[in-house]
């Protein structure tokens, strides 16, 4: 769904249940924090799952929110950084912030590379102490990395062991929507996308509500109404009813009416069955 689709998808949910209106800003805010949501107990049920097999884990994550993978290195442009034996500067632009990790791969002395596994904080003790959990560089290698304030911390076998190479995959974090402005009959594009928030006529086309497309310069909208200047969702199309469905929620549990909240879960779990 594009913006617009999401705001007619949320505004038909509330209409169902007579709710009062919601201006574009609210719902931009219910669809973000939805989202955000939602990502949250992926990743939470992804960790539980993956305390039985972290390859199931990671593949999990992969299928349902492959929009949002990244990868980076230290070679990269922007890049982590490598500072003795901890990786740091984890991506922070617009689309790419770091929200969680998925793998971390370095490689040490110039030729041994291979994945970290992730300890506790609470096992960092018994690491080098314990024969069996104890880092390696002979093959197969163990390496070991812990989660810090600003980045990650490995662990390899000797204090003199040097990272001359690092890579994460992560899952970032959603981007904000923003429904953007409303154009009128009249309005004289100059590039850039839009979308139909009803049905309309540009250059003597007509469009149907909801349709994204770029215009050319300097054509003209002569009926029915659009957005320009606008940011859709960059999570998984799959998961978009889904966040509809929440920010409906989250306004009606914002205006503190929780009959019509209710309301709307038991449609959904109707719905479901």
Request: one cysteine or more.
């Amino acid at each position: 769904m594009n913006i617009v689709q999401q705001h007619i998808g949320v505004k038909a949910r509330l209409d169902e249940i007579g709710s009062p209106r919601f201006q574009p800003f609210q719902i931009d805010h219910a669809l973000d924090t939805a989202a955000l949501e939602l990502l949250h107990e992926k990743m939470s049920g992804s960790i539980e799952f993956g305390k039985r097999n972290s390859f199931q884990k990671t593949q999990v994550l992969r299928d349902e929110l492959y929009t949002l993978i990244r990868k980076i290195s230290d070679t990269d442009t922007p890049a982590i950084t490598i500072a003795g034996k901890k990786i740091q500067g984890l991506p922070s632009s617009a689309g790419n912030i770091y929200r969680h990790l998925l793998l971390l791969k370095i490689t040490i002395n110039t030729s041994l590379s291979d994945y970290c596994i992730p300890i506790q904080y609470d096992k960092k003790p018994e690491l080098f102490k314990n024969p069996y959990l104890r880092p390696q560089n002979t093959y197969p290698y163990k390496f070991y990395f812990m989660e810090i304030s600003d980045g990650f911390e490995c662990f390899t076998a000797n204090v003199a062991d040097v990272i001359n190479h690092a890579e994460i995959e992560y899952i970032a974090q959603p981007i904000n929507v923003n429904y953007g402005t409303l154009r009128n009959p009249t309005y004289t594009f100059n590039k850039g996308s839009c979308i139909c928030v009803t049905a309309c006529t540009i250059n003597n086309v007509v469009y149907a509500e909801g349709t994204e497309l770029t215009p050319e310069t300097g054509h003209q909208l002569t009926s029915g109404t659009v957005v320009t200047q606008y940011t859709n969702s960059n999570m998984p199309i799959a998961l978009h009813d889904e966040i509809v469905n929440r920010a409906a929620k989250q306004l009606i549990l914002d205006t503190e009416n929780y009959e019509k909240w209710k309301s709307i879960e038991e449609k959904n779990q109707l719905e479901k069955k």
